[in-house]
């Protein structure tokens, strides 16, 4: 049935495609001859064919171009192909492919991905495909992968193809035609030909996720699941998620202690909350600052025990995720990445070669100094802002008027304005620089451009409270802030993640689904092109990492933070599963082993909150008054913090040093990966190199 | 022509022992022309055997026990024997036995230790003993493998010799009868049968690299021939010296300048070397602080540049000299641990095992609070000593006599006294506690014992030093104990390493080395015996850690120090070569990737230094007299050193993160061991678990 050739297989499937699809009722579509390229394995026929990722094509494709398309995308990768299987849609000249893939491809890209899989003694152990057989459920890719594994591959292959010789695509302009190892998937985004691509959702598999994940009481997330369904990325951020609201019961039980004992702390709270100006200085209570230090070195020491911990349980996931030995290094460079053809040293294999030297170049000499500029540029803004609304309140006091009234707000607005500009350049400019820095890696990619975002966005929110706590050293001023940001924060948050979505869902999105149930299978997957693009998990990690910031930096001002934030938190786990289950397309997710340079940020922030508290301590009210009294001299107070400083961080040092970063048994399981390595590479060479 | 040389050297051999070897007839011993046991396998019958280490037998051993003990050696390791050769010495009952190891033995040991070696493309490989063809020289072990590592083997085989079942030794009591597993070398020297083990010098090689080493007047060191000869452990001391006194140039030469152009500098340090107790507040010029500052920011930020640098040059040391891959990890552990028996999780071997946490939990309970309270001790014994020397002023003040004259010694003495009994006591107690916390590998044991002893030594050296510093605040007081250290360091130095070793070796061991020309073979290895044990590097990197700390720690106070040091440690190249080559027994020496705990230890000085020079900088009589002046007050002081300190750390950890620690060529050839591993590892399974 399916055994016309390729050309053919295309033709037949245009004309008989439409009355097909009406007659199938089945919830899962798509058998043998229903449309699907024919596999070049006998291995890899099979009855049903799932299908894991819609490419949406331009307009204006010509048939003959979609054809081409579907045709390579079927070939062997000995032909040059990326020997997937492709599903032209309900009408050959239709707008979509869909895309699947056969047994073999799974396999094999699973070894050249690094992943580890459970062998058959029940452990995880790096994939072979020569050694298949001895894989669990290695013949069934229903238990094999996870979907978003399965995904992930498609996509890999699509993107990793690369024309073999010069070729000229049917039905497109000359200028289009393709060199020798270029990147066609490039070239067909860049000629218009492929508008998308994203994996699909299924929605069996959803249903039942969410069923697990936010509809009920449950305290805990399948994670897991997650990750089966969303890939590593996603399932990280939410298992950190979930290790640092929990993590947050500690302070929080510390602040609420020490709210309820102490008075003063308690009042000083309520007013910052209610906005009250209220000098607090002349009624401190003994109790407060020593509050204070508690809550302030408490909070020093668990961010360190927290990281740490992170790590360890970020490590026991990557080995059940099966990505604790990815092999990114010597897989294909990034389809981005471009330099001079040659051999690479490590692999042997031909590719693009660019050396490390000219990339550091590139960062040390455009990257630093651009991203520098950027952050003066932050920094100006806020001066002028300060400028400004001196100005515009001496302007006010002289020239009572309506019109001095409004330019009172004249420097916040135009503040906000230059902020949001010059935010929206630097992303542009981010991308533009990471991309010209080349790295070979996507992971290496991803990091860069994370880390230059990263260090913009966290200046932009902390510019004001630095400023605040080092310049103006005014520490109502900063609880009062404070206070007002994370409460802002939280109730704008639950707008925008919980109450917007929930009626964008109601009565926007929900009246389109209704229809879905009747519709031809392709329409349903047609209605997920309809959907927002996920905009990717920074905004969740920043928001973490500003929560974090204010807990650490400033947490002996305001010890009610972790309170706060935990409840906060609890909410927004369960928003976060709904929006990414819900409102938005499913997003690729490469499989990883940890949160990347997220990790590295919580961490630097928690030894930055050491300078940071103990700055703050010599500016505590009681300490400063006893200075006014004579009891300690400013220097005695200074000297105090130094130390103090000091002997926080020995600890924090030590106690990273000794809480180890893997788990003991992920240690072991490392060495045995590397002794049977070691023993395999001892045998290997006796055959290879004397026959 | 070198088979002819061998042959030659047969010759030679045999003219010299022939009586001494007929009386050899013990029964039992298979044993060759020249009395070397016979060899077990054919590939390794060589005419000439090389003798690699003496082994000193107690005077009372019986001639079963010496028999029984030769025969061990010589037996296969299947068998349960050390698979190398013997002979018993001039004569058959004597009480020596000198070992060599057969070409088999020293292959397997070569790749059990994880060594690399050259390829046949000419890079260096872990080396297989499979695949052996592959490998340059493999048939001939002059070439092949270096007299230190041959050495190291034998070593190795003799400490890992293990009874397979309970055996009687023959001509020892019935309590040393051997159980399973027990190792037999750790019993013979209980017993006594064995009283000594070490390698044999070898007069022509040491003749030739002592030429190329220190003789002359060249100012390059034969790394790779001090390593081919004594071994990786020794090459790596002296690779450092060389890297370390090369790297002082820099500092020297800025010590130099700013004493020439800073004539207040100048002027106190000729009063400091000369102990006048001239105030010299007064008379500060404006470039004396700036000198001094440019010297403490310069050498704080030289120290993590040269131990960055250093970690490249280390590991292209390591990669020249074969250690980049050692497999200490997957071999038998070391002969001094214990544990239940059972199976190695990762290579599935039977051995003794002792639990991680287990050793966690003696470190923490035991072995810190021990150091802690010899720590403590130390600094009573400081205090002690301060207190004392007040108290013996006050007396001589108020009963000016003799005796009290004389008291006043009496501190200084009591406290000397006190020092070096403490650290005798330490340094056993230290061995102790690294015994007791059960290491596994011989390296984890040797840096935790070094770290052990090094804290403590440190402490001891600069205790009195920091409380200069930190407590009395007293700049000329510390900028003369420096000075005076150095010079009295570096005389002591000369004196010992250079003169005292040079009168030795002319005057007491050269009348005994003239005789040797005439004598038997056996009694110029004889000779070797009464050579006193070379007493490890500790003391040599100690030196150098003091240095070093001296250093970076001061340099503010006192910018000649990198010239003194300069100086001082060309001269110690060559004592310390001497020394080595002439005055001590061969030491054994373990191959090792690094320097180990030391870089550690340089490192964490480099750091400590930031702390110790920003505080230092306050105490600058330009900004005490500022202060005085009201120009700022102390608070501003102490803001600006804070602020330069930290500074100054950001600048050290960004520079220590930007410079690599490894070559660019190292890291890509470990990834391209890594991918043959991964490669080996994915073709090895199918063949071993399918048939």
Redesign the interface.
């Known amino acids: 049935m399916s055994k016309a050739g390729f050309d053919e297989g295309v033709v037949i499937a245009s004309e008989e495609r439409p009355e097909k699809l009406q007659s199938d009722k089945a919830p899962g579509i798509a058998t043998t001859g229903s449309g699907w390229t024919k596999v070049s394995c006998p291995c890899c026929v099979s009855e049903w064919v799932e299908p894991l990722v819609l490419v949406k094509l331009g307009e204006n494709v010509r048939p003959e171009t979609k054809r081409w398309l579907i045709k390579l995308i079927g070939t062997p990768q000995k032909d040059g192909g990326a020997a997937l299987l492709a599903h032209p849609g309900e009408d050959a000249t239709g707008d979509i492919i869909m895309v699947s893939a056969p047994r073999c491809t799974l396999l094999q890209a699973t ?1 050249e991905l ?1 992943l580890c899989k459970t062998f058959k003694n029940g452990e995880m152990e ?1 994939f ?4 298949r ?2 894989f669990r459920h290695s013949d069934n890719m229903e238990m094999f992968l996870t979907v978003a594994e399965k995904q992930y591959i498609v996509k890999y292959e699509l993107e990793g193809l690369r024309a073999r010789r010069d070729v000229r695509i049917p039905g497109l302009a000359d200028k289009y035609t393709l060199q020798h190892r270029d990147n066609i998937w490039h070239k067909m985004i860049s000629a218009g030909v492929v508008v998308d691509t994203f994996p699909l959702h299924n929605k069996a598999k959803l249903k039942e996720l969410s069923k697990s994940w936010y509809s009920g009481n449950q305290l805990s997330q399948p994670l897991d699941s997650v990750n089966a369904y969303f890939g590593s990325t996603v399932g990280f951020y939410f298992s950190f998620l979930d290790f640092y609201t929990w993590s947050l019961l500690p302070p929080a039980i510390l602040g609420l202690f020490i709210t309820y004992f102490s008075s003063e702390v308690q009042k000083e709270a309520v007013e910052a909350v209610a906005g009250s100006q209220a000098e607090i200085h002349e009624e401190d209570a003994g109790l407060g600052v020593s509050g204070h230090m508690i809550q302030a070195v408490f909070s020093m020491l668990w961010s360190t025990v927290f990281m740490e911990l992170w790590k360890r349980r970020s490590a026991s996931n990557s080995y059940r995720w099966g990505t604790l030995d990815l ?1 990114e ?2 897989a294909e460079p990034r389809p981005g990445f471009h330099g001079d053809l040659g051999m690479n ?3 042997g294999r031909m590719e693009p070669l660019f050396p ?2 000219q990339r550091d170049l590139r960062m040390a000499l455009v990257s630093v100094p651009v991203v520098g500029l950027f952050l003066g540029m932050v920094l100006l803004g806020m001066l002028c802002f300060y400028w400004a609304e001196n100005q515009v309140m001496w302007i006010h006091e002289e020239w009572d008027s309506v019109v001095s009234q409004t330019l009172l707000y004249a420097p916040s607005v135009l503040h906000i304005v230059y902020t949001n500009v010059l935010a929206t350049g630097y992303k542009t400019v981010a991308q533009s620089l990471t991309e010209f820095e080349n790295h070979r890696e996507e992971s290496a990619f991803q990091n860069h451009l994370t880390a230059k975002v990263l260090v913009f966005t966290f200046f932009n929110y902390f510019a004001v409270l630095f400023h605040i706590a080092f310049v103006k050293q005014d520490v109502p001023l900063l609880r009062k802030r404070l206070a007002s940001l994370l409460i802002v924060t939280q109730l704008v948050n639950q707008v925008t993640e919980v109450v917007i979505p929930f009626l964008v869902d109601r009565f926007v999105s929900a009246p389109h689904r209704s229809e879905s149930e009747d519709d031809p299978e392709e329409d349903k997957f047609r209605n997920q092109i309809t959907l927002p693009v996920f905009p990717g998990l920074f905004a969740e990690y920043i928001e973490l990492l500003v929560q974090f910031g204010y807990l650490s930096l400033f947490s002996c001002v305001y010890p009610l933070t972790a309170v706060l934030l935990l409840i906060n938190n609890v909410t927004e786990i369960r928003s976060d599963a709904y929006k990414i289950c819900k409102l938005f397309r499913k997003p690729f997710s490469a499989p990883v082993a940890n949160m990347g340079v997220w990790q590295i940020a919580f961490e630097i922030l928690s030894f930055v909150a050491v ?1 940071s508290n103990c700055w703050l301590l010599t500016l505590s009210p009681q300490l400063q008054r006893m200075q006014h009294e004579g009891q300690m ?3 005695d ?3 105090m913090a ?1 130390l103090a400083e ?1 002997v926080i961080i020995i600890v924090k040092v030590t106690v990273a040093a000794l809480i180890p970063d893997e788990p ?1 048994w992920i240690k ?1 399981k490392k ?2 990966m590397q ?12 055959p290879s ?2 026959s």
Chains 1, 2 share one sequence.
């Open positions: 070894e690094g790096t072979s495909y020569d050694n057989e001895n092999a290094r010597f040293s490590v692999t490390e030297w300078v001299s400013s220097s107070i200074m000297l130094i000091h003991d072991k060495a045995r002794y049977t390595s070691m023993q395999a590479l001892r045998q290997k060479n006796l190199d004397e």
